[in-house]
Protein backbone atom coordinates (compact mmCIF):
# COMPACT_ATOMS: atom_id res chain seq x y z
CA UNK A 1 0.00 0.00 0.00
CA UNK A 2 1.44 3.14 -1.36
CA UNK A 3 1.52 5.70 1.67
CA UNK A 4 2.01 9.57 0.86
CA UNK A 5 3.74 11.34 3.65
CA UNK A 6 3.15 15.74 3.69
CA UNK A 7 5.00 18.23 5.44
CA UNK A 8 5.52 22.06 5.58
CA UNK A 9 2.45 23.04 6.82
CA UNK A 10 2.19 25.70 9.70
CA UNK A 11 0.64 29.13 11.04
CA UNK A 12 1.66 31.92 8.51
CA UNK A 13 0.60 35.61 8.34
CA UNK A 14 -1.47 36.61 5.95
CA UNK A 15 0.49 37.44 2.87
CA UNK A 16 2.93 35.39 3.88
CA UNK A 17 4.14 31.93 2.43
CA UNK A 18 4.55 28.36 2.48
CA UNK A 19 5.82 25.04 0.46
CA UNK A 20 4.20 21.88 1.43
CA UNK A 21 5.77 18.50 0.11
CA UNK A 22 4.51 15.23 -0.42
CA UNK A 23 6.62 11.83 -0.79
CA UNK A 24 5.07 8.64 -1.54
CA UNK A 25 6.98 5.59 0.05
CA UNK A 26 7.50 3.75 -3.13
CA UNK A 27 6.97 4.81 -7.32
CA UNK A 28 3.37 4.68 -8.06
CA UNK A 29 2.64 2.29 -10.98
CA UNK A 30 0.62 3.72 -13.99
CA UNK A 31 0.39 7.10 -12.85
CA UNK A 32 -1.98 9.82 -13.75
CA UNK A 33 -1.93 12.11 -11.62
CA UNK A 34 -1.20 13.88 -8.45
CA UNK A 35 -2.43 16.77 -6.17
CA UNK A 36 -3.49 18.53 -3.68
CA UNK A 37 -6.81 18.97 -2.03
CA UNK A 38 -8.04 20.32 1.22
CA UNK A 39 -11.02 20.98 3.26
CA UNK A 40 -11.62 23.67 5.96
CA UNK A 41 -14.10 23.32 8.97
CA UNK A 42 -17.38 22.91 8.42
CA UNK A 43 -16.76 22.38 4.15
CA UNK A 44 -16.36 19.40 1.87
CA UNK A 45 -12.99 19.19 0.73
CA UNK A 46 -12.06 20.51 -2.41
CA UNK A 47 -9.00 20.22 -5.20
CA UNK A 48 -6.63 22.98 -4.79
CA UNK A 49 -4.00 22.09 -7.76
CA UNK A 50 -3.57 18.85 -9.47
CA UNK A 51 -0.59 17.79 -12.05
CA UNK A 52 -0.69 14.70 -14.71
CA UNK A 53 1.99 12.35 -15.38
CA UNK A 54 2.33 14.35 -18.82
CA UNK A 55 2.82 17.88 -17.34
CA UNK A 56 -0.77 19.97 -17.48
CA UNK A 57 -1.76 21.43 -14.31
CA UNK A 58 -5.14 22.53 -13.21
CA UNK A 59 -5.59 24.98 -10.37
CA UNK A 60 -8.76 26.48 -8.12
CA UNK A 61 -9.67 29.56 -8.93
CA UNK A 62 -9.19 30.71 -5.94
CA UNK A 63 -5.64 29.81 -5.91
CA UNK A 64 -4.17 30.95 -9.55
CA UNK A 65 -2.06 33.47 -9.54
CA UNK A 66 -0.62 32.59 -6.09
CA UNK A 67 0.19 28.88 -5.90
CA UNK A 68 2.38 26.42 -7.96
CA UNK A 69 2.45 22.83 -8.35
CA UNK A 70 5.41 21.09 -9.21
CA UNK A 71 6.84 17.35 -9.48
CA UNK A 72 9.79 16.25 -7.75
CA UNK A 73 12.74 14.24 -9.25
CA UNK A 74 11.28 11.31 -7.46
CA UNK A 75 8.13 9.93 -9.33
CA UNK A 76 5.83 9.83 -6.51
CA UNK A 77 6.78 13.71 -4.94
CA UNK A 78 4.95 16.60 -5.56
CA UNK A 79 4.87 19.91 -4.19
CA UNK A 80 2.81 23.07 -3.44
CA UNK A 81 4.30 26.64 -3.43
CA UNK A 82 1.82 29.14 -1.88
CA UNK A 83 2.42 32.93 -1.90
CA UNK A 84 0.13 35.74 -0.90
CA UNK A 85 -1.83 33.99 1.66
CA UNK A 86 -5.14 35.06 2.98
CA UNK A 87 -7.21 33.73 5.77
CA UNK A 88 -9.44 31.67 3.83
CA UNK A 89 -6.89 29.13 2.66
CA UNK A 90 -6.77 27.76 6.21
CA UNK A 91 -7.31 24.53 6.04
CA UNK A 92 -6.18 21.19 6.04
CA UNK A 93 -4.36 19.90 2.99
CA UNK A 94 -4.14 16.60 1.73
CA UNK A 95 -2.03 15.26 -0.80
CA UNK A 96 -3.27 12.87 -3.43
CA UNK A 97 -1.82 10.83 -6.41
CA UNK A 98 -4.40 8.44 -8.87
CA UNK A 99 -3.43 6.17 -11.10
CA UNK A 100 -4.65 5.19 -14.55
CA UNK A 101 -7.23 2.74 -12.93
CA UNK A 102 -8.94 5.47 -10.69
CA UNK A 103 -7.22 3.93 -7.73
CA UNK A 104 -6.77 7.14 -5.10
CA UNK A 105 -4.02 7.19 -2.29
CA UNK A 106 -4.28 9.68 0.54
CA UNK A 107 -2.21 11.42 2.96
CA UNK A 108 -2.88 12.25 6.34
CA UNK A 109 -3.03 15.90 5.98
CA UNK A 110 -0.66 18.73 6.87
CA UNK A 111 -2.32 21.88 8.50
CA UNK A 112 -2.22 25.56 7.44
CA UNK A 113 -3.49 28.47 9.05
CA UNK A 114 -2.99 31.72 8.21
CA UNK A 115 -3.58 34.48 10.93
CA UNK A 116 -2.43 37.48 12.37
Known amino acids: QVQLVESGGGLVQPGGSLRLSCVGSEDIRDLYAMGWYRQAPGKLRELVARIEEAGRTTYADSVKGRFTISRGNAKSTVYLQMNMLKPEDTAVYYC??????????WGQGTQVTVSS
Open 96 to 105: NSQNYYGTNY
